[in-house]
């Protein structure tokens, strides 16, 4: 079993910066592949970014490639979202989750989910 708590959220502005935590714990985190997903109010969760925890290989989706940078602290057991160049549609509730296997873009392939950090981008 994985426990995920996220921190970090907050107001920025357009153009701005923020950056996320996620504070793993449980057995052979290096199993895992961990992502950052998003919803907004009235849309479906979306997939932001994932990270193999035992290669670092990465996966981005377009509108935040080259603006969110995703990385691990392993001693700290702790995966980081920093979002620079932030835009309004930024603003959403972003999740951080554990996969075993499955498709790292697909939320419903993810096993263990944190309760959620708010991110708000005003203008």
């Known amino acids: 079993q994985v426990q995920l708590v996220e921190s970090g959220g907050g107001l920025a502005q357009a153009g701005g910066s923020l950056r996320l935590s996620c504070a793993a714990s449980?057995?052979?985190?290096?199993?895992?592949?961990m992502g950052w997903f998003r919803q907004a109010p009235g849309k479906e969760r979306e997939f932001v970014v994932a990270?193999?925890?035992?290669?670092?290989?990465?996966y981005y989706t377009d509108s935040v490639k080259g603006r969110f940078t995703i990385s691990i602290n392993y001693p700290k057991n702790t995966i980081y979202l920093q979002m620079n160049s932030l835009k309004l549609e930024d603003t959403a509730v972003y999740y951080c989750?554990?996969?075993?296997?499955?498709?790292?873009?697909?939320?419903?392939?993810?096993?263990?989910w944190g309760q959620g950090t708010q991110v708000t981008v005003s203008s």
């Open positions: 449980g057995r052979t985190l290096s199993d895992y592949t």
């Open positions: 989750a554990a996969l075993v296997r499955g498709s790292w873009s697909d939320p419903k392939s993810y096993d263990y």
């Open positions: 990270i193999r925890w035992s290669s670092g290989r990465t």
